[in-house]
């Protein structure tokens, strides 16, 4: 059996969802093969920061955002102090988070796109893909234990963390890129409308602090989401046991939120984040690379979600414009793209979790941090990429002026 549509996606998390919404809205043939069957879990915090609120209106799903789970910020816990730190407002972001289970949201939107006339395809497995004259004009996928040929004028890759299909289309990670790890559970808590993302950067491995750190955050159905987060950029991080790490996390929780592994209502899950555009170049002949695919993960905070669904709809724009007006099998424009929005802010990035990998050196600066709301709300702005296109204060010029920072050689 074969398929035949202008583009076909591989995934129908964050990054395939909103590309096949923008696709189809503009009336492009789409078929997505997402190989589990939905709902299902992933790992993820569940936090949507202001990024990831802006482009879920773009789709049309601001009446859905109203009845989730709303919060103001950041609050901070650390070296014994706690700061309220709430988004700022600005031109270009809305001034509020959300959290909405991944099982849930990744249904949401992707029913979205499929409401926008994308053909969506569950448990279906993209095995290989199929090349005419070194362009990708395809691939296979296996459904109900049979193969199937799809045909494509695109492929989009957004498998996210997945990487087989990726590699088969000789793009892998850098291995010489920060690496996330993260697990999480759910557990019951009568903080379920905290209305705050909270954070504790007090992550330490026997007396070892490190980089990385533990959330909860608010569900509202009566759980909150709990978990931890930790980068490669300190020698040890390969020794440590992420299941330990949460059960000291957990057990070190203030009595008030009641979360203990009495209230635990999930396994742990954990996995892996590729961050700071580490797969590169997320183009080729016939194909692009979108989401955690393409590394995209922002290092500062670990957040994914967003430029899931930014880099979705960046792809999608390029190809509805070669289909459209015709081009070359190689979008090169939106890598060169990519780069001129993320570059110097993941240089950043990179050069940050770099830092915080020692852990003496990220014991003082969390410690000099948390002496100073306004250091704090810089650094709330500066690691959720909340930058204004217009630089209208001196925190907004600081960001600007810590990227052209990172520009210079070390």
């Given at each position: 059996m074969s398929t035949?549509?202008?583009v076909?996606?591989v995934?129908?998390?964050?990054s395939g969802?909103?590309a096949?919404?923008l696709?189809?809205t503009?009336g ?6 997402e190989?589990?069957a ?7 915090g569940?936090g ?9 209106e773009?789709m ?5 955002l ?14 014994g ?6 988004f700022?407002?600005?031109?270009d972001w809305p001034d509020?988070g ?5 099982k ?6 992707l029913?979205?796109?499929e409401?926008a006339?994308?053909?969506?395809l569950y448990k ?16 296979v996928a296996?459904?109900d ?6 045909s494509?004028?695109?492929v ?11 590699r088969?289309?000789g ?11 993260a697990?999480r ?6 903080m ?15 007396d ?6 533990g959330?909860v ?11 931890v ?13 992420l299941?330990?790490l949460?059960?000291g996390?957990?057990?070190?929780l ?5 979360v ?12 892996r ?10 183009h080729?002949?016939g ?13 500062c905070?670990?957040e ?8 979705g709809?960046?792809?999608?724009r390029h ?7 015709g ?6 424009g939106y890598s060169?793209e990519?780069m001129?929005?993320?570059g110097?802010?993941y240089?950043l ?12 050196l990220?014991?003082?600066?969390v ?5 100073s ?6 650094a709330?702005t500066l ?5 204004d296109s ?13 990227k052209?920072l990172?520009?210079?050689?070390p």
């Open positions: 035949e549509v202008d076909a996606i995934g129908g998390g964050p969802a909103a096949a919404h696709l189809a503009r492009h043939s789409v078929l997505v093969c190989k589990k939905f709902p299902r879990e992933k790992t993820c569940d949507l920061t202001p990024r990831a609120v802006k482009v879920l773009e049309g799903l601001g009446d859905e109203a009845t989730w789970e709303r919060v103001e910020g950041l609050r901070v816990h650390a070296a102090k706690t700061l309220e730190l709430p700022p407002k600005l031109g509020y959300l959290v909405k289970p991944r849930d949201l990744d249904r949401i939107v029913d979205n796109a409401a006339g994308a053909k969506v279906t497995q993209v095995v290989d893909p199929i090349f005419d004259r070194g362009v990708c004009t395809g691939f296996k459904r234990g049979e193969n199937e040929t799809v494509a004028k695109w989009i890759c957004g498998e996210g963390a997945a990487t087989k299909f990726s088969s289309l793009r892998v990670r850098d291995v010489d890129y920060p690496m996330g790890l697990v559970q759910y557990f019951r808590s009568p379920e409308h905290s209305g705050w993302f909270e954070a504790y950067l007090d992550i330490r491995s026997a070892e602090s490190l980089p990385g750190y959330w955050f608010p569900v509202g159905d009566g759980t909150v989401n709990a978990g987060g930790l980068l490669s950029t300190f020698g040890g991080w390969r020794d440590v046991n299941n330990n949460q059960r996390f957990i057990g070190s203030p009595p008030e939120w009641d203990n592994y009495d209230t635990v209502c999930s396994r742990p899950r954990g996995g984040l590729f961050m700071g555009q580490s797969v590169w170049p997320p080729g002949p194909f692009l690379l979108t989401g955690d695919a393409a590394g995209m993960i922002n290092p905070n670990g994914g979600i967003a430029y899931g669904y930014e880099t709809r960046m792809a999608a190809i509805d414009e070669a289909l459209r007006n081009s070359s099998p190689s979008l090169s060169e990519l001129e929005t993320y110097p802010y240089r990035g990179r050069r940050f979790v770099k830092l915080i990998g020692y852990p003496v990220m014991e003082k600066l410690s000099m941090g948390m002496n709301k306004t250091i704090m709300s810089f709330l690691l959720a990429n909340l930058e217009a630089p209208h204060n001196a925190e907004q010029k600081g960001f600007k002026f810590m052209k990172a520009e210079l050689k």
